[in-house]
């Protein structure tokens, strides 16, 4: 009886996004607008559906689509790369051992990729290493071990140098992104958060 056709969104903080759609009635040969709750929404959709809405969302506001592929030499489960200016596309790649997973991964990558797109350009950053931060971070470890008294290999300071340098940094500037994404899709998205547990329960484990 009804033909939906998405008009606009608006958001509300108890109810998430809600989608403005004109729907052409059977009855009168008219048509009405109608509100519909995200969050009631997707209640009724499949973990698949849930993740291309959200790959949506990203091309609607980026004005990119997403191609995903499989890829057995991603780091972790899943990566995405956004899209620069002169990209046709977002490259969303996962491990093909995680396909299960794959509407939850997905979700949460273009949900980092959300972030980005929708940051007003002036204030998007990213963390990097500066030329000499190997040769700092080895010069703090050396003296700090140094006063301790502390006997050192050379081995122990090339992998304190990877864990702070390099691994501390990317902590501080991903853990607190991931936590509002994952907060994000566990109120919006439903169907998602059985996926989401089990992703995460496994990240426990592998770092325990």
Request: hydrophobic share 40%; proline share 5%.
């Amino acid at each position: 009886m009804y033909q939906q056709n998405a008009i606009g969104t608006n958001s509300c903080s108890d109810h998430g996004a809600w989608s403005e759609t004109r729907v052409s009635c059977g009855f009168c040969a008219g048509e009405h607008r109608v509100s519909v709750s995200k969050l009631f929404w997707s209640q009724f959709v499949t973990p698949s559906e849930a993740a291309r809405a959200i790959e949506d969302e990203l091309y609607a506001v980026s004005g990119k689509p997403v191609l995903v592929h499989k890829d057995p030499a991603v780091a972790g489960y899943a990566s995405i790369r956004i899209a620069s200016d002169d990209s046709p596309a977002h490259l969303l790649r996962y491990k093909p051992e995680f396909e299960s997973d794959l509407p939850y991964l997905s979700a949460f990558q273009c949900g980092l990729a959300l972030r980005v797109a929708q940051a007003n350009p002036a204030c998007r950053f990213d963390l990097i290493s500066t030329p000499t931060m190997k040769e700092d971070v080895q010069q703090l470890i050396e003296e700090t071990l140094g006063k301790n008294g502390t006997a050192f290999s050379m081995r122990t300071v090339l992998q304190l140098i990877n864990q702070l340098g390099n691994g501390l940094g990317l902590q501080l500037r991903s853990i607190p992104v991931a936590i509002r994404i994952d907060d994000w899709i566990n109120r919006q998205y439903p169907v998602l958060r059985a996926l989401q547990r089990k992703s995460n329960e496994r990240q426990l484990q592998e770092a325990m």
